[in-house]
């Protein structure tokens, strides 16, 4: 499907006030899909420099993706990998073996965002936000330890991201 038809289709859902139809929408149209996503809910609207998905649920539970109802005011691009994110998160709290650790946790979601190896199907973010993101993948794996054996994990694609960073400028 072409991105024009996608985003008046995501435009119509909004104008209507239909946020949480508009993100089931989008996941199945990417096929950003897992049985154990239970619902969506909304919070507070989300401000031009900050905003909030998050991934809520007991681990082995089903997870509950909590957005801002004003989402899809944002670049679709954007919100399409924060959604992203959060099924990341879906996965590794709702299905053995759970990833326990958090900082493991972040540094998975956002590696997705800058190469969709779980989740193929994207729309292709500004270089100004797969900079976002690695920084804060980045600081995922600085709180990991200096030297620990989550960064001797993740030392291979923290030089897939070092490369892909140092491609953008």
Same mark, same amino acid.
């Given at each position: 499907m072409k991105y024009e038809k996608i985003k008046d289709t995501i435009d119509a859902y909004h104008s209507e006030g239909k946020t949480i139809e508009a993100a089931e929408w989008l996941l199945k149209i990417f096929d950003v899909q897992d049985t154990n996503l239970k619902s969506f809910a909304l919070r507070e609207k989300a401000k031009p420099d900050?905003?909030?998905?998050? /991934?809520? $649920?007991?681990? $082995?539970?089903? *997870?509950?993706?909590?957005? +801002? !109802?004003? /989402?899809?005011?944002? +670049?679709? +691009?954007?919100?399409?990998?924060?959604?992203?994110?959060e099924?990341?998160?879906?996965?590794q709290k709702?299905?053995? +073996?759970?990833?326990?650790?958090?900082? !493991?946790?972040?540094? *998975? /979601?956002?590696?997705?965002?800058?190469f969709h190896k779980i989740f193929p199907n994207y729309l292709e973010v500004s270089n100004f936000h797969k900079k976002f993101f690695a920084d804060k993948a980045y600081s995922y794996y600085k709180r990991m330890g200096e030297g620990s054996e989550l960064q001797a994990k993740y030392a291979s694609q923290k030089k897939e991201i070092e490369d892909l960073i140092a491609s953008l400028d």
């Amino acid at each position: 499907m072409k991105y024009e038809k996608i985003k008046d289709t995501i435009d119509a859902y909004h104008s209507e006030g239909k946020t949480i139809e508009a993100a089931e929408w989008l996941l199945k149209i990417f096929d950003v899909q897992d049985t154990n996503l239970k619902s969506f809910a909304l919070r507070e609207k989300a401000k031009p420099d900050y905003i909030l998905f998050t /991934a809520e $649920g007991d681990f $082995g539970e089903e *997870q509950v993706i909590r957005m +801002p !109802e004003n /989402a899809f005011e944002f +670049p679709l +691009p954007l919100i399409l990998s924060l959604l992203t994110h959060e099924m990341v998160h879906v996965r590794q709290k709702s299905r053995e +073996p759970y990833v326990l650790d958090k900082l !493991e946790r972040e540094w *998975q /979601a956002y590696y997705e965002m800058l190469f969709h190896k779980i989740f193929p199907n994207y729309l292709e973010v500004s270089n100004f936000h797969k900079k976002f993101f690695a920084d804060k993948a980045y600081s995922y794996y600085k709180r990991m330890g200096e030297g620990s054996e989550l960064q001797a994990k993740y030392a291979s694609q923290k030089k897939e991201i070092e490369d892909l960073i140092a491609s953008l400028d």
